[in-house]
Every structure is written in C-alpha cells, then in structure tokens.
C-alpha cells in the first residue's frame, strides 16, 4: 500500500482538501510517532476515531485570521450595504471557513456601528472544519495576533483587554453569531436559514481541487438570494471555473455576484457619496495640502518601503501615522504626499485625495503615479470619461503599465464601447512585456498579472460572442 497517497486520496475525498507531498508526510510523521499508529490500521483507526479524525484536521488545517482582515473587502461591503440593501430590515451572512471566529464577529461589529437598523434582526453565521477553532470562537477570547490593525476605529468598542496578553469580546456580539463544526463541502445550511445574502468563503479554495471548489460553488449558488454576493480570497478567481458567479471590480478589489437574468450591479451603482469628514486623531490624519515644489531631497527608500510593506499588509493606520511622520521629516517629499494620497483614495476621500494629487508638481518621476492615481480616483466616482483620459496618460509615461490596460479594457466596455474594450483586453492578454512596477504592486497586493490576464481573456471572450450576435 502507497501510504502517502491513500492518506492524501482520503483527506481529499473527506474534506475536498489537496495535500501536497511535504504536507503529507508531516502528517504522516505525526500520526505514526506522537499518536503511536502503525501503516497497517492507520487508516482505519482515523475512520474509526473521531478525536484522532480532529487530531487530522488540526494537523493538515492552521487557522490564520485576525480582525478587520483585507480592508478593501470590508469596504466594499459597507458599499453594497449601504445601496443594495437599503430597503431590508434583516440579512444573512455566513463566514464559510470561519476559522476561529474573527471574520464572522467582524461582520457582527460592522453591523453594531455602521447599520444599527439591521444589526437588530439580521444573523451571522459560522462554520469551520477543524472542531478547536469552532471551540475558541464560541469562547470568544483572543491574543494580540487576533487583534493587529486599528478595526477601522470602531473595534475597541466591543473587545476589552483580560490580561496582558489576552482580550475578550462582549456578550453582545459574541451572542450575534451563531457558529457550527462542520465540513463546508456537506453542511446543511439550510438548518439555519433558506438563503443567504453574503457569503465570505476566503482563502478556503486555496486548499482545494478544481472539482470541489465546483461543488462548494454549486452549493452556495442554492443556498443564495438573486441579489446577493461571494466574497473569496484575492487569489481565487472562480470565474475562470464556473459560471455561476460574475466577477464585479470594485475598490480595485474582486467580489462576486450570484449570475442572474438581470444586469449586474455595476460599480457606478455603488458609489457613496462622500460626508464631511470627521475628526480624526492627529497622530494619524493625512497631511494638509499645499502646493508641492520639485525641490530635490535624498529620500530614505528605507522609510517608504516599509510605509509600503504596511498597505500591502492593510495595515493603514500605522501606514498613515508613518507617512505623516515622515513628511514631518521630509516635508517636500513628493514619494511621500503619492502614499498619502494612496491612503486617502482607499479611504475613499476622493476629494482630498484630488486636492493632493493635484498639488504634486509633475516631475517625470511623479507623472505616471499622478495620472495613474487619477485614474483609479475618476473610475471610483464614476466619472469614467475623466478615468480614460487619466489611464490613456499614465501609458504614455508607462507603456508597460499592465493594470492600466486592463481598466481602459474594464472601463471602456462599461461605456459600452466593445471594439475600443477589445482593443484594451487583447493587448493586456497577448504582450507580454506588460507588468506590474514593484511599487505599485505593493500598494495594490490584491491585483496580480495572472488575475488581471485572466479576467481580460474571459471578457474578451464574451464580447467576442455578444460582437458575433449583433
């Protein structure tokens, strides 16, 4: 008997999990030598222990999440919140691969802050594989690694600290979420509610094979209203394997919308008017703007990369502060006014950030981040004449810009202009002296050269098809 490969065949027809061959021998070497199993019955001792079946799911499962994890997504769910849903007095989300607990009480939170009127009635459900996460998030205490960026100011409301090292949620949202031990491949959802409205299943496909991301796809097709959304790792492009979810670019972030009849939503939809803004502490409030000169200092590249390294980890309050501080430091810097204006794009301070944006002086070093920018900016608010214009900019200061290729394709086919669209899709398919520069890549972690290339493919496709019909 090939023991590697049985154990894999069986944790794959279980559990829809592919352990690579490193994997499986890490836990062969624990079954064998810390729980004493022999090649001969190891099999059938785990089908015949359910505490030795959850040692297994421990040992191939390692939960890695914390609170107010990917921020682009949360945001964009706070969108969709705000303008698909204004007419409903309750909802349901599932946190499918909830792991021990953070994302599902993270919605919980959202809800208790942002929408009180849905709070009230809507639930939140959770369900995980491996049984000990289940165990810690009904107990609802965590560590610091749980709790590692500012949860959008609105976290420490509902967590007060037990110890040094330990912090504990309140009754009240723990009491929000209803979680469940479970294999997500043939759990009954439907003994909580008929249909969802959102499901958040990220970074579970990582762990599967083709065939079972289609068969969890398919069950949460059933299992979801028209109008309702998928939320799945930045990496998971599902719509390369299925057509029952439509990929939506929003935030310059990929979700999903269950494929119905009906038009889809569209960014445009979605956008929010932007409110006076409020108060914020000083230590982390961007800096005012003023007229930047091209005054030539000796940057510290050390300093900017690791304000980088804190928006790829979404890390943007203590980006903020770092930059504010910086600019304490290097008040000319023109490196560091395009991070803050960063920063104030993604917080979706549109017009801040185009009052900094526009008090850059444009150097050549700066043109192609200034054009890009107001590229991405106009795309957010709609105004996609003005977002053409910007990423048509941004390719003659960077021709081998393969984000802005993409978003003339994206955006140039939400105008309806399918030819010029094609145009864009093509040559972000076929060149491929097209990249991401490093330091844009590092702000955007989320939009690879394989995700955007796929996508172009699968639309170009599509408009080939609708081209053929008229």
């Known amino acids: 008997m090939n023991l590697p490969s049985t154990l894999s065949s069986f944790v794959l027809d279980r559990f829809g999990i592919n352990l690579n061959p490193e994997k499986t021998e890490a836990v062969l070497s624990f079954l064998k030598e810390t729980k004493g199993l022999s090649e001969d019955n190891l099999i059938a001792a785990i089908n015949a222990d359910s505490v030795l079946l959850y040692d297994l799911i421990n040992k191939i499962v390692v939960p890695e999440t914390y609170f107010f994890r990917n921020l682009e997504h949360l945001l964009i769910l706070i969108d969709i919140l705000t303008k698909e849903f204004t007419g409903r007095k309750s909802l349901m989300f599932l946190s499918a691969g909830c792991s021990t607990g ?33 165990e810690k998030a ?38 929000k979420v209803v979680f469940k031990q479970g294999n997500l491949l043939d759990y009954d959802y439907c003994c909580w509610t008929k249909q969802y409205d959102i499901i958040l299943c990220r970074n579970v496909f990582i762990y599967f094979d083709t065939d079972h991301i289609l068969k969890a796809l398919k069950r949460f097709y059933d299992i979801m209203h028209e109008n309702s959304y998928l939320f799945v790792g930045h990496s998971e492009m599902i719509n390369q394997i299925s057509t029952e979810f439509q990929p939506l670019l929003l935030r310059n972030s990929f979700v999903f919308q269950k494929a119905v009849e009906k038009s889809p939503v569209s960014e445009n939809d979605l956008i929010i008017e932007n409110k006076p803004p409020k108060k914020t502490d000083k230590r982390t409030e961007m800096p005012k703007s003023k007229k930047l000169t091209a005054v030539a200092i000796e940057e510290n590249e050390m300093r900017l990369e ?10 943007y309050g203590d980006a903020k502060e770092m930059v504010h501080k910086y600019l304490e430091d290097y008040p000319t810097s023109l490196h560091a006014s395009i991070l803050s204006a960063t920063l104030l794009l993604f917080d979706q301070k549109h017009d801040e950030a185009l009052e900094l944006i526009d008090s850059i002086v444009k150097v050549p070093e700066t043109k192609y981040y200034i054009f890009f920018l107001k590229g991405i900016l106009f795309s957010e608010t709609g105004d996609f004449s003005m977002s053409i ?11 081998t ?3 802005s290729n993409f978003f003339l394709g994206f955006i140039n086919e939400e105008k309806r202009y399918y030819r010029i669209s094609l145009k864009y899709y093509t040559e972000t ?28 493919q699968k639309k170009y496709t599509a408009l080939k098809i609708k081209e053929a019909a008229l």
Request: with cysteine; glycine share 4%.
């Open 429 to 456: 398919i076929r060149n491929k002296n097209l990249f991401i520069k490093d330091s844009v890549q590092k702000i955007m972690p989320h939009l690879s050269g394989k995700q955007l290339r796929d996508l172009a």
């Open 389 to 399: 214009k910007f990423f048509k900019l941004a390719l003659v200061e960077n021709p």
């Open 102 to 134: 953070e994302e599902a009480y993270t919605l919980a939170i959202l809800l208790k802050e942002k929408f009180p009127h849905l709070y009230e009635n809507s639930m939140i459900y959770g369900i995980d594989l491996n049984p000990k996460s289940i």
């Open 401 to 403: 810009c393969l984000i």
């Open 306 to 315: 690791k304000i980088r390294e804190k928006i790829s980890e979404e890390l």
């Open 138 to 175: 009904k107990h609802g205490v965590y560590t610091k690694s749980s709790i590692r960026n500012d949860m959008m100011g609105v976290g420490n409301r509902h967590i007060k600290r037990l110890s040094p090292y330990e912090y504990r949620l309140s009754d009240e949202i723990r009491g």
